[in-house]
């Protein structure tokens, strides 16, 4: 794949450094198994993440690989572990999931690292993207790149609103990208023209084999042309008066339309491991895991050292009502 991508025109790869178990919980409650309206309907969220699981091991091997092929390497953590694996491996970046935005500990520890910051958006509201800036900046970070992202799989053009990549960039003064699941050319072609830096797309050989995220992934061919044609709009001036206003839509942010369906992905306090009346709540006994039942990961270090209300089952969503 990565000697494909690199024949294709990608400047750099990024990756998925995670475990089931730093994401999620192996837990059969309802609110682990994923709702109707996605690509993954009807799975359990353990399951999906770990067919979608690629051994550590792999990651540096690939990151050299890429490297002897002129390519950049990084990836997405997804807990505080792979943080510090890949800080190790020597990523130049950072990369933090649309569904990951909300987790501001986890950013928080992402900046410290000091390296650059790429921080997708999908069902953000304003303030929620200006709290992840924030915490990228409380880490002493100024190296922030923002990615407009509709978090549908796949994503309809019409649901784009790329209208919101200038404002974004407007009103956060930092670059914006696009992070984009549509498999329509003009989509990204739109987006550089309205001045986005990066492009980031899911890359398959083959888009008729099973896989997870086959369905809005670009083949080799797909993937080329789509840069081929960037290179060029790069040259030549802003078309204002040709863009699609279908793919252009409004300046939108938070959920709206298909991304409505993927706020149950998103990170929450959950407890994960089974509690008695009184007992303190600790590291070891509630996590920021999918999906998005619970308390906002930010509250977290507010619940630390409090006690439970009453006796909680493993894989209970954390509420204030629990917390004494």
């Given at each position: 794949?990565?000697?494909?991508?690199?024949?294709?025109?990608?400047?750099?790869?990024?990756?998925?450094?995670?475990?089931?178990?730093?994401?999620?919980?192996?837990?059969?409650?309802?609110?682990?198994?994923?709702?109707?309206?996605?690509?993954?309907?009807?799975?359990?969220?353990?399951?999906?993440?770990?067919?979608?699981?690629?051994p550590w091991g792999w990651q540096p091997k690939l990151m050299n690989l890429a490297n002897e092929l002129g390519m950049?390497?990084?990836?997405?953590?997804?807990?505080?572990?792979?943080?510090?694996?890949?800080?190790?491996?020597?990523?130049?970046?950072?990369?933090?999931?649309?569904?990951?935005?909300?987790?501001?500990?986890?950013?928080?520890?992402?900046?410290?690292?000091?390296?650059?910051?790429?921080?997708?958006?999908?069902?953000?509201?304003?303030?929620?993207?200006?709290?992840?800036?924030?915490?990228?900046?409380?880490?002493?970070?100024?190296?922030?790149?923002?990615?407009?992202?509709?978090?549908?799989?796949?994503?309809?053009?019409?649901?784009?609103?790329?209208?919101?990549?200038?404002?974004?960039?407007?009103?956060?003064?930092?670059?914006?990208?696009?992070?984009?699941?549509?498999?329509?050319?003009?989509?990204?072609?739109?987006?550089?023209?309205?001045?986005?830096?990066?492009?980031?797309?899911?890359?398959?050989?083959?888009?008729?084999?099973?896989?997870?995220?086959?369905?809005?992934?670009?083949?080799?061919?797909?993937?080329?042309?789509?840069?081929?044609?960037?290179?060029?709009?790069?040259?030549?001036?802003?078309?204002?008066?040709?863009?699609?206003?279908?793919?252009?839509?409004?300046?939108?942010?938070?959920?709206?339309?298909?991304?409505?369906?993927?706020?149950?992905?998103?990170?929450?306090?959950?407890?994960?491991?089974?509690?008695?009346?009184?007992?303190?709540?600790?590291?070891?006994?509630?996590?920021?895991?999918?999906?998005?039942?619970?308390?906002?990961?930010?509250?977290?270090?507010?619940?630390?050292?409090?006690?439970?209300?009453?006796?909680?089952?493993?894989?209970?969503?954390?509420?204030?009502?629990?917390?004494?």
């Open positions: 794949m990565l000697h494909e991508m690199k024949a294709a025109g990608a400047d750099a790869v990024k990756l998925l450094t995670f475990t089931p178990d730093s994401i999620t919980l192996q837990c059969n409650k309802r609110e682990f198994m994923i709702e109707k309206g996605t690509a993954w309907e009807g799975r359990n969220l353990y399951e999906l993440y770990e067919e979608l699981y690629a950049d390497l990084f990836s997405t953590p997804h807990d505080t572990k792979a943080v510090d694996f890949l800080d190790e491996m020597g990523v130049p970046a950072f990369k933090v999931a649309s569904f990951e935005l909300v987790d501001i500990p986890l950013i928080r520890y992402i900046a410290a690292k000091g390296k650059p910051v790429i921080i997708s958006t999908g069902m953000g509201s304003i303030q929620e993207i200006q709290d992840a800036v924030d915490a990228v900046h409380s880490s002493e970070n100024d190296q922030i790149i923002l990615l407009k992202c509709t978090s549908a799989y796949p994503a309809k053009p019409e649901e784009m609103n790329l209208a919101t990549i200038p404002d974004m960039m407007e009103r956060f003064k930092l670059p914006v990208g696009l992070s984009d699941h549509s498999l329509e050319q003009e989509v990204p072609l739109t987006a550089v023209a309205l001045g986005a830096c990066v492009i980031e797309k899911h890359f398959t050989l083959d888009r008729s084999k099973p896989g997870p995220d086959n369905a809005f992934s670009l083949e080799p061919n797909e993937f080329k042309e789509m840069v081929d044609a960037i290179r060029a709009q790069e040259q030549s001036p802003t078309p204002g008066d040709k863009l699609n206003k279908t793919i252009l839509g409004n300046v939108s942010y938070g959920a709206s339309g298909q991304d409505k369906k993927s706020l149950q992905f998103r990170r929450s306090l959950f407890v994960v491991r089974n509690m008695q009346k009184g007992e303190i709540f600790s590291e070891e006994n509630v996590r920021s895991i999918r999906p998005a039942n619970g308390l906002p990961p930010k509250e977290f270090e507010n619940v630390l050292g409090k006690k439970a209300a009453a006796r909680i089952e493993r894989g209970t969503p954390l509420t204030w009502e629990l917390v004494s």
